[in-house]
């Protein structure tokens, strides 16, 4: 599924404040590389339903065996590995007897200790890796997981390294076999446990995945086959939110247009990001903060959301939304499954301007049915016009004032609303008395 930085700076999935990240919210990974790794899963959606649900298996096995996920691995221990190959020590030797094991531990006392070290975190690693072998790697293992599994049993398939199964960790290796480890470790091994780091940062970034599913209670969704895009989801709620109201929520080509109205805070732009966080979650194979979720795969995901002015290009805040726009009908216009989000269209002009530019958009991208749109707006007044278009539904927030306080029910109801409580907020904040001060 194709997807922009806007688009994932739109739905929170990434921000410049990390706190408020979807990102930072569902990161569980134990590792630095493991971090980055999810960064990456992140940054770019799978575009089969195959791989979609390759993933999701893999995260299901990670689950089952979650208990089983080797502690003697830490981001200390690999960290202790990669600086053992920038540190300069002394040669160690190859295959030492006991007499010559001894002099290296008298005459280079520094060096020995270093190299002790760091080749029982090499040792724990090693062990680590080849126990997540043992444990996950069968003939039912899902495709990815089994492709990374078979590459790190070819590295770690090293004669050197026979001697690891055999003793419970490293301080019980004699001085001459720990040398003996250490030397190849030093000088035959160095590309091979770089490899091996990387692989198990991919099975730290799959780990941190399926930890923050358990932790969450988020649902895998279900992959659908159509040649037309369908979304339906039931429970559905933002992941940042510490007490998130549920939505139900169903879009498919007989409604593929959803006018959306209600007044500010209703929950109008947080209901927008709900649905194109779980469209997005969905397509990196990771589960959904959702009762349940169905939807076909999308080829592209757009937003329109935080647009802003351009100071050093002198571009209006009004030119970079008819920018996007225009960038977004070029893009949308080309046959494929699109989700297209956008939160309230032309709020850089006047209300009249506003109000026919809407107009002509909406009634322009409701042609392309092979897509899927929200639209929010506070010019509910358009909303009359445009129902003689069988395919777009209308749904709004209600807000009630109860002795001048503001009631928001976040539910999503059926209709438009004609709400418009700026003034009242304004009361309410005593900003209006503040001004009659003056």
């Known amino acids: 599924m194709e997807i922009d930085k806007t688009t994932l700076n739109d739905l929170s999935i990434f921000n410049a404040e990390e706190e408020y990240s979807i990102f930072n919210k569902l990161d569980l990974t134990r590792t630095t590389g493991g971090r980055e790794k999810l960064k990456q899963l992140f940054s770019k959606s799978l575009n089969t339903t195959e791989a979609i649900t390759g993933i999701q298996q893999t995260l299901k096995v990670i689950q089952q065996n979650k208990n089983a996920w080797p502690e003697i691995i830490s981001n200390g221990s690999i960290m202790v590995i990669q600086k053992f190959y920038e540190t300069t ?127 969450y209670d988020l649902v895998f969704p279900e992959f659908i086959k159509g040649d037309t895009p369908t979304v339906s989801v039931t429970g559905l709620y933002h992941i940042l939110l510490p007490q998130p109201v549920a939505y139900d929520i169903t879009l498919d080509p007989e409604n593929n247009f959803l006018f959306l109205t209600g007044a500010n805070m209703a929950g109008k732009s947080t209901f927008i990001k709900s649905v194109g966080a779980a469209v997005f979650l969905a397509h990196i194979g990771m589960g959904v903060p959702a009762k349940a979720m169905q939807l076909t795969l999308f080829d592209g995901l757009l937003s329109n959301i935080n647009v802003v002015d351009n100071i050093v290009k002198g571009e209006s805040y009004f030119y970079n939304e008819v920018q996007r726009v225009k960038n977004t009908i070029l893009k949308i216009n080309d046959g494929r499954k699109w989700l297209i989000l956008i939160d309230e269209l032309f709020k850089g002009t006047n209300v009249q301007d506003a109000m026919k530019c809407s107009t002509v958009v909406i009634e322009g991208l409701i042609k392309i049915k092979d897509s899927l749109f929200i639209l929010s707006t506070h010019l509910y007044e358009i909303g009359e016009t445009l129902k003689a278009h069988k395919n777009i539904s209308f749904k709004y927030f209600e807000t009630t004032v109860d002795d001048e306080q503001l009631n928001f029910s976040y539910q999503l109801k059926e209709g438009i609303s004609n709400d418009r409580l700026g003034y009242l907020i304004l009361k309410r904040e005593k900003v209006i008395e503040l001004l009659e001060k003056l």
């Open 89 to 215: 020590v002394d040669q160690i030797p190859s295959n030492p007897s006991a007499a010559a094991a001894y002099a290296y531990k008298l005459f280079h006392g520094p060096d020995f200790s270093l190299v002790k070290y760091s080749t029982g975190h090499g040792f724990d690693f090693i062990k680590g890796m080849q126990s997540l072998i043992d444990t996950l790697l069968n003939n039912e293992s899902p495709e990815p997981l089994k492709k990374l599994l078979q590459k790190a049993q070819t590295i770690i398939d090293k004669d050197q390294f026979a001697i690891i199964p055999k003793k419970d960790k490293a301080d019980n290796l004699s001085m001459t076999e720990m040398l003996h480890m250490a030397n190849f470790l030093r000088y035959h091994y160095k590309q091979n446990i770089f490899e091996l780091v990387d692989i198990y940062s991919q099975l730290d970034a799959w780990y941190g995945m399926a930890m923050a599913m358990d932790k």
